[in-house]
């Protein structure tokens, strides 16, 4: 059975899975805000979470190799 509850807070952890994000987060909240000129929140927003969502497989899958 697993102490991971025990050891960090619900706080803790989503600061884990943010800081593990951060570089989908960041590329993919520029790239939006840049292609999409005349809306630029709503692009990076959109951008950042599209960015996150590569981002965190891509990280999972290649985790290991270095």
Same mark, same amino acid.
């Given at each position: 059975?697993?102490? +991971? *509850?025990?050891?960090?807070?619900?706080?803790?952890?989503?600061?884990? $899975? @943010?800081?593990? !994000? &951060?570089? %989908?987060?960041?590329?993919?909240?520029? +790239? *939006?805000?840049?292609?999409?000129?005349?809306?630029?929140?709503?692009? $990076? @927003?959109?951008? !950042? &979470?599209? %960015?996150?969502?590569?981002?965190?497989?891509?990280?999972?899958?290649?985790?290991?190799?270095?």
């Amino acid at each position: 059975m697993s102490d +991971i *509850g025990g050891i960090f807070s619900p706080l803790d952890l989503a600061l884990i $899975a @943010l800081m593990i !994000a &951060a570089p %989908g987060l960041v590329a993919g909240g520029v +790239i *939006g805000a840049l292609a999409w000129r005349a809306r630029r929140v709503a692009g $990076a @927003l959109l951008g !950042a &979470a599209i %960015g996150i969502a590569v981002w965190l497989p891509l990280w999972l899958l290649f985790r290991d190799a270095f």
